[in-house]
């Protein structure tokens, strides 16, 4: 087997190369989308043939490379771009959850489900290496503070999901910002800073009071890497345009079955699958990637009131900013999304 650890300098990010030996077949975890000439050249120097790319999470500081591999390497019809499909990303190949297991020539790669930095975060675990994405770092753990993350799952992804591993078992964060580029889970145990000796009140105390700035490319990464790593032109255009939010409880006081005024719109950006599921009564779907904003202009008058809601308040603030640069006046995002709206008992709707 061959293993290679690469680094993006300027997101500090870690993407991993795993090649099977015996078949030349290869993987490649966390591409970053500036990398992609460093990876094609190992790959042809190497004589690899790509099988997958894995997402650790959907990306906020860069965009991934996934779409771009896929695009340069049309000659490898066995490449597969994946991602866990709790990170309600769209765009890839292949949606992975929790005990899959992925092939690539004689090897297995497990797939562990460690939700905290993000809902859909997941772990990677090859032979003795485990790949953490932002879960778990190098004496200490990516933040929770967006993308719908939470510290108490983060917790509990490191103590019971990823401590429960062997103690020799090798530690490849999605990270490191201090030049650090391995460590065990032996010694996560004993050596986090975040995690040893503290107890789930104190880490969620330590974690809810970081206070850190968003990360620069948040705006033009998350709308990207929710998409596959494509960048349409849209989101470039709207990334800086302000958007008003609404909670979902102070909607919920327009919103009313059969007193909705006509000049009122609440669009669901989420896929049909998620909207089949569970949605807002009276929402009508168009899902983030196929949101025609321009086109919209012509059976809506550009000073309606469009609410737009997604599952946790990401997708739809990059739906209301696109909206916005296409000409509507009064557009709302709903802080919390369909999240918000059943946790405060508001009565949904499922297709059956
Ligand atoms: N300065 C960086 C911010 C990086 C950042 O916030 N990274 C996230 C992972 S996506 C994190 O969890 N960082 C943990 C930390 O900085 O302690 C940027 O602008 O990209
Ligand atoms: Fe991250």
Redesign the pocket.
């Known amino acids: 087997m061959s293993f290679r650890q690469l680094f993006d300098p300027a ?2 990010t870690y993407t991993y190369l795993l090649a099977d030996d015996a078949t030349h077949v290869a993987v490649l975890i966390d591409p970053v989308v500036e990398q992609l000439d460093t990876y094609l050249k190992l790959l042809r120097e190497h004589g690899l043939a790509l099988h997958y790319t894995l997402e650790t999470h959907v ?4 965009i991934t490379g996934a779409q771009a591999i896929k695009q340069a390497l049309v000659d490898q019809p066995a490449l597969q771009t994946a991602v866990s499909r709790d990170c309600n990303a769209q765009g890839f190949d292949c949606y992975l959850t929790d005990g899959d297991v992925i092939l690539f020539g004689h090897e297995e790669i497990m797939v562990i489900a460690t939700p905290g ?1 993000t809902p859909g975060s997941v772990s990677y675990l090859w032979r003795d290496r485990l790949f953490t994405g ?1 879960c778990l ?1 190098i004496g ?4 929770t503070d967006f993308q719908g993350g939470s510290a108490e799952a983060q917790y509990h992804s490191i103590t019971t999901r990823l401590f429960a591993l062997d103690d020799n078992v090798l530690v490849y964060p ?2 490191d ?1 201090k030049g650090r580029r391995v460590s065990s889970i032996g010694e996560e145990k004993v050596l986090n800073a975040r995690v040893t000796g503290r107890s789930l009140p104190e880490f969620v105390a330590t974690m809810n009071s ?1 206070g ?7 705006h033009e990464a998350v709308p990207a890497n929710l998409m596959g790593g494509t960048v349409p032109p849209a989101h470039h255009a709207a990334a800086d345009i302000p958007v008003l939010n609404i909670s979902a409880t102070q909607l919920s006081k327009f919103w009313l079955p059969g007193k909705r005024p006509a000049s009122m719109t609440l669009l669901d950006v989420r896929t049909p699958a998620e909207f089949a599921t569970l949605h807002v009564d009276g929402a009508v779907n168009r899902p983030l990637d196929r949101l025609d904003a321009s086109g919209l202009r012509a059976t809506l008058n550009a000073e309606d009131t469009i609410y737009c809601i997604c599952q946790t308040g990401t997708r739809s603030q990059f739906a209301a900013r696109e909206l916005r640069a296409a000409g509507f006046r009064n557009v709302v995002h709903v802080d919390g999304g369909t999240n918000a709206w059943q946790s405060a008992g508001l009565p949904v709707k499922r297709d059956s």
């Open positions: 997101s500090s990306h906020a500081d860069h930095h932002d770092l200490g753990c990516g933040r999605g990270h910002y970081l850190l700035p968003a990360p620069a490319r948040i």
